[in-house]
T-cell receptor, first 119, second 114 residues
C-alpha cells in the first residue's frame, strides 16, 4: 500500500484478555518497528524486525508481549493477559534501513497507531 | 544510554508568533537528530533532520541547528500558522547501530490560535 497500515485503530478489551495488533508496512521496507506511546509520554521502543527476524527486542516490557513478522510483510504484536497499564497507542513504523538500498537515514514511516484500552 | 529531553507543553501561540521548542540530547557517539511532527488524526512524519554538527535542517518554514557544544537541536519558526498545530517530537538515531534505532523525546503539543 501507499503507507503503513495498522489495525484495529481502536480496541477496548477486558483485563486478562489477549489482543493482537496488526501492521502492514510500506511495500519493500525491510525494517519494521513497534513503539508504545502512553498518554502524555514519548514513544517507547518495543521491537525491531529486519525481514522476519528480530535482532532487537530489548524493549518488550514483559513475556506477555510478543511479535512476529512474515517475511518482509505483515507483523503482529500480541499482548497476552492484558493489564490496565498496557493501555496505550501502539505505533508501527517501517524503513529501508539495512536493505542495502539506503543509508540509515533515521526516517521512519509511521502508521496512525492502534489505541488499546484495557478496562 | 541515549536520551532526548524537550520542553514540556502544551504551548499555545497566536498566529504569526515566533516559535521555539527546546530539545537537548544525551548520546555517547555522534547521533543524527530529527524533528518529527504528528498532526491531529495522522501518523508521525519526519519534519527535518541534521546528520552532523552545525548542520541546519529546514522544512515548511521550520529550522533546527545541530549544536554539538550545547547538545541541542531547538526547533524554530518565525511565523506560525493555525495549520502548524500538532505534536512535535525531537529524536535521535545512533549511527553506530546497523539500523535506524530512533529514540524519541516526550513530544510537545503546539496549539496555534487565530
Amino acid at each position: 500500500g501507499a503507507g503503513v497500515s495498522q489495525s484495529p485503530s481502536n480496541k477496548v478489551t477486558e483485563k486478562g484478555k489477549d489482543v493482537e495488533l496488526r501492521c502492514d508496512p510500506i511495500s519493500g521496507h525491510t525494517a519494521l518497528y513497534w513503539y508504545r506511546q502512553r498518554l502524555g509520554q514519548g514513544l517507547e521502543f518495543l521491537i525491531y524486525f529486519q525481514g522476519n527476524s528480530a535482532p532487537d527486542k530489548s524493549g518488550l516490557p514483559s513475556d506477555r508481549f510478543s511479535a512476529e513478522r512474515t517475511g518482509e510483510s505483515v507483523s503482529t504484536l500480541t499482548i497476552q493477559r492484558t493489564q490496565q497499564e498496557d493501555s496505550a497507542v501502539y505505533l508501527c513504523a517501517s524503513s529501508l534501513a539495512g536493505s542495502g538500498r539506503a543509508m540509515n537515514t533515521g526516517e521512519l514511516f509511521f502508521g496512525e497507531g492502534s489505541r488499546l484500552t484495557v478496562l | 544510554g541515549d536520551s532526548v529531553t524537550q520542553m514540556e507543553g502544551p504551548v499555545t501561540l497566536s498566529e504569526e508568533a515566533f516559535l521555539t521548542i527546546n530539545c537537548t540530547y544525551t548520546a555517547t557517539g555522534y547521533p543524527s537528530l530529527f524533528w518529527y511532527v504528528q498532526y491531529p488524526g495522522e501518523g508521525l512524519q519526519l519534519l527535518l533532520k541534521a546528520t552532523k554538527a552545525d548542520d541546519k535542517g529546514s522544512n515548511k518554514g521550520f529550522e533546527a541547528t545541530y549544536r554539538k557544544e550545547t547538545t541541542s537541536f531547538h526547533l524554530e519558526k518565525g511565523s506560525v500558522q493555525v495549520s502548524d498545530s500538532a505534536v512535535y517530537f525531537c529524536a535521535l538515531s545512533d549511527r553506530g547501530t546497523s539500523y535506524d534505532k530512533v529514540i524519541f523525546g516526550p513530544g510537545t503539543s503546539l496549539s496555534v490560535i487565530p
